[in-house]
Structures are given as C-alpha cells and as structure tokens.
C-alpha cells in the first residue's frame, strides 16, 4: 500500500504573499489576516507616501529585491504581485 505524503507548508508564492502582508501590517499596526488585495493604500489603509516609501525599503531587504521608483503601487496586491514576480 502506497501512501501520498502531503505537505502543509504553504506555496512558495503564499509564503512570499504572506511575508509581504506581515510587513504592511507592521506599518500601521493592522492585523495581516484584515489586508484584502484590493485594499488601496491611500484610501482604505490611509497610507502615505513615507508609508509606502518604508514598506518599499523593507521588502527590498527582506526579499533583496531592488524596486524601481517609476513602479506604481496603489494597492495591496501591487505590492504582493511585484515580490511574487521578482523574488527569488
């Protein structure tokens, strides 16, 4: 009898979209699990451009990623989008 081990860790892209929401949430002190993806930064999160600027800075040391300052980033899942794409 064959059994099929499972595993329970997440996905390579979960674990990186869930990194990304602990440090937006850090920034403002909201709860990870309450970041929708469609959240926008300035108009439901009340994030302003220091705010994004930090969180910019923060995942390029957590992921050693270099964002680009012509890339826009107007919601949550901009952010989990782009680190999903260019980390390693």
Partial sequence: MFTVATSTAPTPSKAIEQQVL?????????KA??????????????????DVVDIILELERNFHITVPDEVPFNTVGDFVRYVTAHAA
């Fill in 22 to 30: 602990r440090i937006i949430s850090k920034r403002k002190d909201i």
């Fill in 33 to 50: 699990v309450r970041l929708r993806r469609t959240a926008s930064l300035s108009r439901d999160l009340r994030f302003d451009t220091v």
